[in-house]
């Protein structure tokens, strides 16, 4: 047979059957050089035309079985769907903060899907690991491995135990439960639990431990939110920085500030900061002086606790105000922000002048200073309408040469339901300590009682006289009420402006 007849060929396809028919040609033909060289070319020309639409299908050069050059087709159409499907879910949620995932309509090719689930990912498979001395063991396939074999189910122990372990790092990291270098380590679900229940414990232990310290140190100090209103003034430019705490009371912590610049305002260069503690206990004490004082009474009874500390802050600054126009060396009001005061330092480069208590001073000096102090009570008293309610060494400073006089958030005015019988303390205070001091010139206290207020209460036993101080506190109330509530109407005008909440 010198000619041989190709058949037309009936192909097995996954889609079908295909017929390809070839033409006919003669033997010599077939041996033919030049042909084979002219179909060789054809045969080219047809690959390169179809290289440039199937570029991921010719990445996988094993084409000899239809089965899986089927599946690599399947895979491309997937990934186009599912890119698709990303668009589609990116158009559906838009900006939205709350999404929509499409994940579970995402086509998973089995060829790219595998054995492991989520929480798997984390799981540090020490089979592969290079450093691991031991032999490999291989983890029997999940499933039904045939007839007269074992079935292998997710609870398999060992399976569990190397899971578990790798479980542990993901929520007690503080347990070595080994770096999986020469160490194939498989917990049971027995000891899993337990060390989970442990460590469970520890860190609600540790955070309850925490919380109490910060707490406490809030407490000593500040709290977040008075932080963030400090950080906020040094950000306004009010105050360049702030440094170490000058002083921690019951009722409220000075700290030392540099002044910074603040538009027109005048900021002077060392500042402190009165912040008046937002714990509520100390101030309990204290109502009296506030709920009676007819410039707060009104609003006292509508604030919650919080908010009544604020006022504090704002009795100290008015009070200061009144002092500083009447000319009574003291700080300088520089702003109020609810429970911050800043005012001017009384000391230099950031010591604070030494209470009259602490101050080394000479007689001349303790001299000038008692009648310094006779003279500021009677200021205060006849041109401020006020008694400070808390004179003492421990609230008078040494400073310049002189006595200069804090710690005036209490101060009332002498209409007060106590006004006088605080004035008696004050004057009784003073007198103690500069009689103790040597000065012999100190009036003792019912003189100076009467100096300061300009009454003639006599008297010479401390019952008798606080009878008399209290006979007419009750006589004036309703008279001093009326006129304090006219005077009330010009308060407004003692403060500098208080600083914009945003500010
Ligand atoms: P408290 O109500 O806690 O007694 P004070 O106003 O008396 O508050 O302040 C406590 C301490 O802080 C004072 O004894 C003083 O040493 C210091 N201090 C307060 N204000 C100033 C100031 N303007 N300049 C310097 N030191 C101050
Ligand atoms: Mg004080």
Redesign the pocket.
Known sequence: MDQVDVAVKEIKSPWGTVNVSSSTCSLTDVMSEQLAKQLHEECNSFTNCHNVDLPSIQQNTDTSSDLILAEMLQMEFDREFDVQLRREEKKFNGESKVSISFENYRMIHPFEESDSSAEEVDWQDTRHDPYRLEKPTITPKKGFAGKGKNITTKHDEEVCGRKNTARMDNFAPEVHVGDGISMDLKLSNHVYNALKRHCQTEQRRSARLHERKEHSTAEQAVDSRTRLLMYKMVNAGILENINGS??T????V?F?ADGGSFGEMVIPEEC?L?VFKTTLNEFKNRDKYIKDDYRFKDRFSKLNPRKVIRLWAEK?MHNLTRMRNAGIPC?EVVILKKHILV?????QNQV??P?LKDAVLNSEELKKAYYQVLQMMQQLFQQCNLVHA?LSE??M?WHDGQVWL??V?QSVEPTHPHGLEFLFRDCRNVATFFKKAGVSEAMHEYDLFNTVSGMQISSDNETDFLAQIEALEKMNEDHVQKRSKKAFTNTSEDGPPLLNEDE
């Open positions: 000058v002083s009371g019951k009722e409220s000075v030392h402190v009165k100290e700080p005012m001017s330092f009384i000391g604070p002048a209470k808390d421990y609230n400073l804090i710690d958030s």
